[in-house]
């Protein structure tokens, strides 16, 4: 009380200054003790000091939508500010609450939630709709329901997201390759803004990221592989990222990682350089690396670096990068052995064996311990049938894998490698799924489900149509 009484005597902007300095939960307890404080505490430029050196300057996973700071008002820098931290320490130990559903009863082919948490994609069939979730903490969630798309042909839908955090979505045909597709900006107006529009491409929609569309042609008689499209550039050119026929098997997924492009084969991963796409014609990619799997793999499959990428505004504080070079996990499902994830580990070579053998993708891959659910140690079994569907990891080790109709977490932990170093990987939780997905139509599949890393949020398709908005804490 006495540090108290001598604050009293200060004028308010040595005051707000003092706060500026304080941790989160300094101010929180400083704020109860008067409305004078109280008042001073809700100032901005104290939560827009502990956001950036509680929430950027260490890498947590920041909350909601990137957008320019200055766009932000003290309430909600102090939400996300909260929101950051109670989810570092309590996301194992979250309870979901359902805090939105639709109410339409249509069956839902494939669910995203875009990077920010507040936007949401339904697919069904060939139409898909673009829903807004509002509202904060401690008000009513609303739904609403912005734009409906129809696919130009009668073909089912795919839709990819640029995990970048962008707001730029593809569009494409499900199972017929060589047909249309169409790029969308969610962060423009009108909604569901048409940046680029193909009538005719090689293959089919495999994913988007930053001004790269990714297009899988391995349906193709010379194995074809994953080709590349500049969308943003509009030019007619490709590169192809190739598949070597009867050895690397289905195209299942990829990711941009330490200035190369990895791709995801049944039996392997192969490593690229980022190409220049040309404007005319087509490239082939020479491989930079090839890291065979201990055991072919199959889809659903995912990527973790758990590091987050922290925020991506254009007026975003620069923080020193760590010196490290990230690992890079991949979980997958194991070809046959459905009841479990299989998981492997890119991790940079050792100085020694760095300095042996120079490379433009100094890195080792490691096979690590398989996840079984509720049979901790058990490699072999697999459970009851309890088929894994879905598997999504964000940037920073958080995430949900999808057994049967429960879903379960995970969360960055320290693992030890021997001989190495411990190395930062995924860990999935063992007991109780957080969400048992409701039963009816289709059996359960991949894409019913998506999470946002920041927001602690996932989005659920229900059996019977429609979704839920799930949020963790």
Known sequence: ????????????????????????????????????????????????????????????????????????????????????????????????????????????????????????????????????????????????????????????????????????????????????????????????????????????????????????????????????????????????????????????????????????????????????????GRMVVAHTKVFIFSEPISSPVAFTTCVPRGWTGIDAPAYPSSQEMPSLTIAARPKGKLGRIAMSMLIPLSNDNGAKHPSSFPYQLLRLPPFVPDVPGDTDRSIGGQECTQICMGSSGRGLCVFGRGVRLCEPSLLYIPPREMQFGPAFETGKAIYEIEPGGDSVCGDRVDFDEGMGRLVVAKGSGGFDVVQLL
């Open 1 to 280: 009380m006495h540090c108290t009484s001598s604050l009293d005597n200060l004028v308010d902007d040595i005051v707000i200054r003092i706060f500026q300095t304080l941790s989160v939960r300094e101010i929180l307890t400083l704020r109860r003790t008067s409305k004078r404080y109280y008042f001073l505490s809700r100032f901005r430029s104290v939560w827009y000091a502990a956001f950036c050196t509680e929430v950027l300057a260490r890498h947590l996973p920041p909350p909601g939508p990137s957008c320019s700071l200055r766009a932000l008002n003290s309430a909600d820098l102090e939400h996300r500010t909260l929101l950051a931290l109670s989810l570092e320490k309590r996301w194992s130990r979250s309870t979901p609450n359902v805090i939105a559903s639709s109410r339409q009863r249509e069956t839902v082919d494939q669910i995203l939630l875009i990077p920010g948490g507040t936007q949401i994609l339904t697919v069904h069939g060939n139409k898909v709709i673009y829903w807004l979730i509002s509202g904060q903490r401690g008000a009513t969630y609303k739904l609403q329901k912005v734009e409906e798309w129809l696919s130009p042909s009668d073909d089912a839908c795919i839709v990819a997201k640029d995990t970048e955090g962008q707001g730029i979505i593809a569009i494409g045909c499900r199972d017929q390759p060589n047909k249309h597709a169409t790029i969308f900006s969610l962060a423009l107006k009108p909604a569901l803004s048409k940046l680029c529009d193909y009538s005719l491409i090689p293959g089919t929609v495999a994913g988007i990221s930053r001004h790269l569309l990714f297009l899988d042609t391995t349906s193709e008689q010379d194995g074809g592989g994953l080709e590349l499209l500049d969308w943003h550039a509009q030019t007619e050119g490709t590169a192809l990222l190739p598949c070597i026929p009867n050895l690397f098997g289905p195209f299942l997924g990829f990711v941009h990682f330490s200035d190369h492009i990895l791709v995801s084969w049944e039996t392997c991963i192969s490593v690229f350089p980022v190409p220049e796409i040309p404007a005319q």
